[in-house]
Structures are given as structure tokens and as C-alpha cells.
């Protein structure tokens, strides 16, 4: 794929990974739609990418569909889905609080599959739906359960929604990406992070997610 004139939407941009993901699409040329729940970061970022905005809460019934059939009404279709919101919650499952185990489940795991689910109305033949799921979805950690769980969901969806989109000529990219230092453990939903080594630029990461999205390099290990 040429990213140049591409037209692409990154659900999840203002996060510390998506944004990357979007600046490196912006780059490579792609028209953009970025979305986001903060208004103001969401405004800063588009206002930086000279992209469409698109706000709204992926938990929230019908919300998936409207920002994908939204960002498809901005840019006249698309060729490029990127999925890269997503939620964490530390902590011993005797500790979980139901209420954040249906937030994780609902943003990590039921959000995505909504989100690929109108992305078949829009892509067509060489066009890309790329999910963002997580390296727990292969190591699952302790006291990263449920997010563990949700994201091994999600890899598990997007291997059989591969087979299912094979016949249409639409990639399906699942991306596990290494621990990054995107911030998103300082923002947990609940519970401590524990110590961590140093991640990944996400910057670095974004690019290589990229590259793969435009079959410019071989897909790192990371990516399926």
C-alpha cells in the first residue's frame, strides 16, 4: 500500500501510542480522521496533523459505528483502520471491582471487535484494519488478569476475522507491541503498576507498526 493520499483513521489518537501511530501516518502522507474522548488533546492533535477530528466514548452504545461511518463521510471512504484505544487495571483478581473489569473487557476487547465490524462496510480490496492488542496477549502477567485476558481476546478475534476477510482482499493486522513508554500505566483504571524496565520509544514502535501497514519492511515479530 502507499500511505501517500491514503485515507486512514486512528480511533484511540490521543493516547501515547496512537498519537504516534497517527503522526507516523500523517508523515508518510496519509489523509487523516483522528479520534479521541478528551476534547482539548483531541483538538491539539488534529489542529498538529491538519486532520479531522472525531470525539466520542468507544464504551458508549453505537459509538464505534458513528466514528468509523463518520471518518468515512470526512475523507469519501477508507483504506486504513487503526484501532489503538485501550484501557489498564493492576491488581489481584481476589481485588477486582466488577465495574472496571467491564470497563477493561469493554474498551480492550468488545470496542475493537465493533470498530472491525464497520470497518467491512468501508474497506475494500488492499485496504488494512490494523488492531492494536498487546504483549500480555501472548505473556499473560499477574495482576494484569483481566487486561491479560482481554487482550489475548482480541488476538484470538483477529485471527479468525483474517480468515474471514481473506476472501475480500482486506489485511487484518494484529499488533502485540513491546512495553512502550506511552504513559498508559500511570493511567490506570485501577490498582498500581508494577516496576516495569524502561519501554520502547513509541515513536520508534508507531513508525515499524507503519511499515508494516504499507508492506514497506517485513512485519517484526510483534506483528501478525
Do not use: C, N
Not at 478528551?38 to 486532520?51: C, M, S, V
Not at 511499515?211 to 514497506?216: C, F, P, S
Amino acid at each position: 500500500m502507499d500511505i501517500t493520499g491514503a485515507r486512514a483513521v486512528v480511533i484511540g489518537a490521543t493516547g501515547g501510542f496512537g498519537s504516534e501511530i497517527a503522526r507516523s501516518l500523517a508523515h508518510a502522507g496519509a489523509a487523516l480522521v483522528v479520534h479521541g474522548r478528551d476534547p482539548d488533546r483531541l483538538a491539539a492533535l488534529a489542529g498538529e496533523l491538519g486532520a479531522t477530528p472525531v470525539e466520542g466514548d468507544l464504551t458508549a452504545p453505537g459509538v464505534p459505528d458513528a466514528v468509523v461511518d463518520g471518518a468515512a463521510t470526512a475523507l469519501g471512504g477508507l483504506d486504513v483502520v487503526v484501532m489503538s484505544a485501550g484501557a489498564v487495571a493492576f491488581g489481584p483478581v481476589a481485588e477486582l471491582d466488577e465495574a472496571v473489569l467491564r470497563q477493561v473487557v469493554d474498551l480492550d476487547l468488545v470496542a475493537p471487535i465493533l470498530v472491525a465490524r464497520a470497518a467491512t462496510r468501508h474497506l475494500g480490496k488492499g485496504g488494512v484494519i490494523a488492531q492494536v492488542s498487546a504483549v500480555v496477549a501472548d505473556q499473560p502477567m499477574a495482576g494484569l488478569a483481566a487486561y491479560s485476558a482481554a487482550k489475548a481476546g482480541l488476538t484470538a478475534f483477529d485471527t479468525a476475522f483474517r480468515r474471514e476477510m481473506r476472501r475480500t482482499g482486506v489485511r487484518v493486522i494484529d499488533a502485540r507491541p513491546p512495553h512502550m513508554e506511552t504513559g498508559l500505566a500511570t493511567r490506570p483504571l485501577a490498582g498500581d503498576p508494577p516496576g516495569l524496565a524502561q519501554g520502547r520509544d513509541p515513536r520508534d514502535v508507531a513508525d515499524e507498526m507503519v511499515a508494516a501497514i504499507a508492506e514497506a519492511a517485513p512485519a517484526p515479530d510483534w506483528i501478525t
